[in-house]
């Protein structure tokens, strides 16, 4: 019989246990308590427009990056991916129609996705390799596309993506509702879908998912090829922030992605994650950026805090399981 929430706590060491399973949601809300406390501009809406603006384009990788981990994989080329997608869709939209570009984008990162998922699959190639591999071609075929230059918009369909990127509905950004609605998508094929269960038992023992008939080989396939779709997505809402696309976009977010998920309490061995608490993983990394830029840090001490409470995360996922 299930324990009640207070019986949990009021048995012995019951409080201890209840911090530790949802930390991710004890240090979401202690970090926006101590945003308050430090700043009068913090619950103002131009300010939490803004972190949902910075977090969306490294969130919708990130659960990208959640679905690849989950099968005990790693995609380090999603940031290289976003820059070479960010170029291809700046091309793209200048010579096509709108909706042709956005699909002809999508298409071209499910494509090196799957480039990366058919090595590490049929292969047998390690994913770090192979992700670290494509991630030094990506970032070079940004480089060679763009001939080193950021690519603006100069339609009428970049515009109007500009103009979508840069407003908001009912008060909320729009290229957040993207990503929250990616967020839901990805929690409803975890939780319920058939895909997602598949997903998360090949990463929580690979060889027990062949033996009982699972195609391994293909979802693996699958699950960098979506991770390539959605950097994709990413691309073009970075690239409409800002009117252009950019080889130097991306740096280093497959790390930030990396951070997000674990933050989340995700295993990097495979089979344990969510899309929520992925998205609480997001959200932090925001809200450190975000109360270190209120109190006017420099950049560079922030990817040492960044670092320290990834350190943080994973010691208490070890303290959980034992």
């Not at 009428?156 to 990503?179: R, T």
């Amino acid at each position: 019989m299930a324990l009640t929430l207070k019986q949990q706590l009021s048995s012995p060491g019951g409080m201890l246990k209840f911090l530790i399973k949802y930390n991710t949601i004890f240090i979401f809300l202690i970090l926006v308590l101590f945003s308050a406390l430090i700043s009068d501009v913090f619950f103002t809406s131009v300010n939490l427009s803004n972190l949902l603006k910075q977090v969306s384009g490294i969130g919708i990788i990130s659960i990208g990056m959640l679905i690849v981990i989950l099968t005990g994989g790693i995609d380090l080329s999603v940031g290289s991916m976003v820059a070479l997608l960010a170029v291809a869709f700046a091309i793209l939209v200048n010579i096509f129609a709108l909706p042709i570009a956005i699909l002809m984008t999508i298409v071209i990162g499910f494509g090196l996705g799957s480039v990366a998922g058919y090595l590490v699959a049929y292969q047998k190639m390690a994913p770090f390799i192979a992700t670290l591999a494509l991630m030094t071609i990506a970032r070079g075929m940004g480089f060679i596309y763009s001939k080193g230059s950021p690519v603006t918009f100069k339609t009428y369909g970049g515009l109007f993506m500009s103009d979508f990127a840069n407003n908001s509905f009912l008060g909320i950004p729009n290229i957040a509702i993207v990503f929250f609605i990616i967020v839901a998508g990805a929690f409803v094929m975890l939780r319920y879908n058939v895909f997602g269960r598949i997903v998360i038992a090949i990463g929580s023992n690979e060889e027990a998912s062949r033996l009982s008939g699972i195609k391994v080989n293909k979802y693996k396939f699958l699950v960098y090829a979506i991770s390539g779709s959605l950097a994709a997505i990413s691309a073009i809402i970075v690239a409409s922030r800002t009117n252009l696309g950019s080889p130097n976009m991306g740096m280093a977010w497959e790390l930030d992605a990396i951070a997000a998920v674990v933050i989340g309490g995700a295993s990097l061995n495979g089979g344990r994650g969510s899309a929520i608490n992925t998205l609480m993983g997001v959200l932090i990394l925001g809200l450190i950026s975000n109360i270190l830029n209120l109190l006017n840090v420099p950049s560079y001490p922030q990817q040492v805090v960044k670092g320290g409470i990834i350190i943080f995360a994973v010691l208490l996922q070890r303290f959980e399981n034992k």
